[in-house]
């Protein structure tokens, strides 16, 4: 079928995906822990250097693992410098410090309010504060090279730096970006195909420990194989899907310096910090693909300040029915929230902020004057800016 429908999520599906599955086999991993393949970048780094071809050997695997298999790697010892990650660690506290102070930052799209410290876009605010860590830091062949063998070259970095604090509670289980960050009903209105191929394959998703994270600090639980489950990004929230992850989750603990990468579709949540001391510390990145972009620059804010009036007077007409006019702020505004600035633009009532076509449907539903319209697009502009 074209189409998935939400109603139509069963446990049953998923654990036999998941119970059953049979892994593609993992030659270059060191270990295996519960299926997920550990991989050591110390081990690894000789054999990049002195065979080329080993590159792309390497990628293929790990490509299979994102795809076919568990669906998550671990990499021991991704950043191999001490020192290096300190100093990043430290440059990290200090905006989580900052940004309290400021009354800024925050917030989680999974877990409760108080929970954790969070910075949002940590990638610029670390480069502006400081560049030459800040390519010490990036320089790291194994992140290129994992973002790579998902995504190919030119890929886009972004990243969030996450703190969860000793009592932290766990995030339920839930999918990532792009249609993780939808309800249910949002994520059937997409093909089925977007589902299970397009967005999985747009973004990975990462993490670098800063700290040594033993299980009672709360790593993060995976379910390996729930990226093959077709209607997971409708399921997370349903008691019988969350208990089932509960119960065949697997979570992986690291040591300061290592790296987990993973497919955004598989089932995953942050644990639960039952330690009495540990700053759980993560960088967290959202690596993307350098396609999800249009050929053209549009400037679609001010093609919907010139469209709003023009809307007006072709309904208050008769030239167009309202829900023509919705088509036509299709084809205007931006219609997806992302990307925004989440510090100055979180979400509220949702997992997403409200996008241009939103805003400019609320509108014409209100009776808003051209003028009102204008100065709350404006403002909604800035907030977006980085």
Sequence with gaps: MSFLNPDDCRVDDLSRLVLDATPPPTPLAAEQLRGVPIYDCAALRPRLAADPAFRHRLQAEWAEVFADGAGVLALRGAYADAGLLDAATALFRALIEAERKAGTGGGDHFAKPGANDRVWNALQKMCLRDPALFAAYYANGIIDLVSEAWLGPHYQMTAQVNCVNPGGAAQMAHRDYHLGFMSPQQAALFPAHVHTALSPMLTLQGAVAHVDMPLVSGPTLYLPHSQKYPNGYMAPGRPDFQAFFDQH??????????????????????????????????????????????????????????????????????????AQATLAIKC????????????????????????????MNQALDEGWTPERFEAELHSRVSLREA
């Design 249 to 322: 989750h697997v979570q992986l603990p690291l040591a300061k310096g290592d790296a987990v990468f993973f497919n955004p579709a598989l089932m995953h949540a942050a644990g639960h910090n039952r330690s009495a001391d540990i700053l759980r510390l993560a960088n967290l990145l959202q690596v993307s693909s350098a396609f999800g972009r249009a050929m053209e620059s549009v400037d679609r804010a001010r093609m919907s300040l010139a469209l709003y009036p023009a809307l007006q007077d072709s309904i208050a007409t008769g030239r167009l029915t309202r």
């Design 332 to 359: 205007c505004a931006e219609g997806y929230a992302f990307p925004t600035n989440l510090d100055r633009d979180p979400p509220i009532g949702g997992l997403a902020p409200q996008s241009q076509q939103g805003l």
